[in-house]
């Protein structure tokens, strides 16, 4: 079978063809061999060494070379030869087909690299992108709860002092109608500050003052704050006493207070019947806060987002509206920054549910961390 592909190679192992600096045989363009063992060598060697045997033991039989006996080698060296070029045509059959794959295959990873430098840089544009625009959601949600914050507790006080008759007595039905009012206003504060605290926590900007304090009593005025939301809905809140006397823990206190809100807030809301209680213990060299309700419970799959920004779960919704899932979220970031942790108990749907975080009691804080 006749070659016809052009192949220009030279074989740098062999010193005949180096030196020549071309291949003098088309067979010698596909071949990487070192000349004391190139195939075409042996070839002759065999050839003249095969004539040399023959006309040697012609002339020591016969004392002369005949004719036919010369016809006859120079007939068997070209037959030899023909069989040996059809072999070595094999072989440079098989080196096109591979030079063809690999070119092929250089094209497409050429192709390719092109392809992913263009999607990297157009990934990279979009990530700018949306980094920009994130900025920009961090800083609309500071401005907006910060313009938000001032008149939400302006109206909280006036709210108070209405409800305390500071600007006379109100009858039965104005009163409860107030409380839904205020209790409605602090839901509002308690969102703003969530929606602040996100908005410190991704700019970087979330400070924390960190000072020895009890936390039994940041429990105690954090119930005694809700303990009219449990009432209204005919729920028993209390506080389970430590039978030893709690040790003081280096922590923010308004943050431990606002995580501890979110948790006790968060049972009252999903609970429809029932009590709640919360507890503070000693654990090993840990102090263990939790609040146990006998509320909806949380579903085995729920358990994976629960901690996640903007992540309620299934169901939830049915129960209280009005929640964006944000205070788990923003206590867990906190409970991490005081080295410690927070995590949720729950048997199943219908059956309850436990919420605790654990303190280190030797907590090696500085007074003033940024997040």
Request: with cysteine.
């Amino acid at each position: 079978m006749e070659i016809k592909e052009k192949i220009e190679n030279i074989n740098k192992n062999c010193w005949l063809i180096k030196s020549l600096n071309y291949s003098p045989y088309r067979r010698c363009q596909f071949c990487e061999l070192k000349f004391h063992n190139c195939l075409f060598l042996h070839y002759q060697i065999i050839s003249l060494v095969l004539i040399f045997i023959i006309f040697l033991a012609s002339f020591l039989i016969e004392g002369v070379v005949s004719k036919l006996l010369i016809i006859s080698i120079f007939a068997l060296v070209i037959v030899y030869g023909y069989f040996f070029n059809k072999s070595t045509d094999k072989i440079i059959h098989a080196y096109l087909a591979q030079r063809k794959v690999k070119e092929a295959l250089e094209k497409l990873t050429e192709g390719l690299e092109d392809q992913v430098e263009k999607r990297t840089s157009e990934l990279k544009k979009a990530n700018e992108e949306l980094k920009e625009l994130d900025v920009a959601k961090s800083d609309f949600i500071s401005i907006a709860s910060h313009q938000l914050r001032t008149p939400l507790t302006v109206i909280k006080g006036y709210i108070s002092m209405m409800i305390e008759g500071n600007f006379g007595e109100l009858t039965d039905l104005e009163k409860e109608s107030l409380e839904k009012v205020f209790q409605s206003n602090e839901r509002l504060i308690r969102l703003v500050e969530n929606l602040l605290n996100i908005s410190r926590i991704e700019s970087g900007r979330l400070q924390f003052n960190f000072v020895e304090v009890d936390l039994g009593k940041i429990a105690i005025s954090v119930i005694e704050e809700l303990s009219s939301c449990a009432k209204k809905k005919a729920l028993l809140l209390k506080y389970k006493q430590s039978i030893k006397k709690l040790p003081l823990v280096k922590v923010d206190e308004d943050k431990i207070r606002q995580v501890m809100m979110n948790l006790i807030d968060n049972s009252i809301k999903y609970t429809k019947k029932g009590k709640i209680v919360v507890e503070i213990k000693l654990v090993k060299k840990q102090i263990h806060f939790c609040v146990t309700d006998s509320g909806m419970g949380i579903k085995q799959e729920d358990m994976a987002n629960l901690f996640k920004k903007f992540s309620r779960c299934n169901g939830t919704f049915l129960i209280h509206t009005e929640g964006v899932g944000l205070g788990l979220y923003v206590a867990r970031i906190m409970i991490e920054q005081h080295h410690g942790k927070l995590w949720a108990e729950s048997l199943g749907a219908g059956k309850g549910s436990k919420f605790c975080f654990e303190l280190p009691l030797k907590n090696k804080v500085n007074n003033k961390r940024i997040y």
